[in-house]
């Protein structure tokens, strides 16, 4: 009994192996070595915009209010994307056909009538004021809003070199943004010469 379990045992053994290099055999003349074949391909176009970064939160909102003697208001939306953040929404109450700074700025403070309660603009890597994409800019820096005839920006622009909802000093969320009265020159330090201050919200964790 013993013998003969051995026996089948063993027969089972050396069929498996001619079977096992057989087809090894088969399959070195069919495919490549592995040294030929890269482990990985690499993509040879640079990635789109607006990638979403690895571990990004949800989202961050900012609801925008008039300061004192203005109507400009609005909603913004903030994503984090690869080097960044998104921010998209509408700013309305704004003449028609007219541009205007908009940026980040350092403190979520819009207490006062005016708006200078939200300091100057976010700079966390204390650089000079520039423009987003540009060789040297503020975090907060981005490009001018353009209200259209019936007085409303839609915003569709990006931030570099900040985060979302990670509490580095990177981290935009619970810092304020402001949209100005005038355009920013992307030259004048440290301000844009961005003009005064049109509304004020504060950036704060999405739904
Ligand atoms: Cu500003
Ligand atoms: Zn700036």
Redesign the pocket.
């Known amino acids: 009994m013993r013998t003969t379990s051995l026996t089948l045992l063993a027969a089972a053994l050396a069929l498996a192996l001619s079977a096992c290099g057989d087809r090894a055999a088969v399959d070195d003349a069919a495919t490549p070595t592995t040294a030929d074949v890269p482990r990985e391909s690499t993509p040879d176009v640079s990635p789109p915009p607006y990638v979403p970064a690895d571990d990004a939160p949800a989202s961050a909102v900012a609801a925008l209010a008039a300061t004192a003697g203005n109507t400009t208001a609005g909603e913004l939306r903030f994503a984090a994307v690869d080097g960044g953040v998104h921010i998209t929404g509408q700013v309305t109450g704004l003449e028609p056909g007219t541009e205007h700074g908009f ?1 980040v700025h350092e403190t979520g403070d819009c207490s006062a009538p005016d708006g200078s309660s939200a300091g ?4 966390p890597a204390g650089t ?3 423009r987003v994409g540009g060789a040297a ?2 975090a ?2 981005t490009g001018n809003i353009t209200a259209d005839g019936a007085g409303v920006a839609q915003v569709d622009t990006r931030l570099e070199g900040v985060t979302l909802g990670d509490d580095a000093a990177t981290d935009v969320i619970g810092k304020g943004v402001i949209v100005h009265a005038d355009p ?1 020159d992307y030259t004048t330090q ?3 010469n961005a003009g005064a201050r049109l509304a004020c919200g504060v950036i704060g964790p999405g739904a």
């Open positions: 940026h100057g603009h976010f700079n000079a004021h520039g800019h503020h907060g820096d920013d440290p301000t844009g």
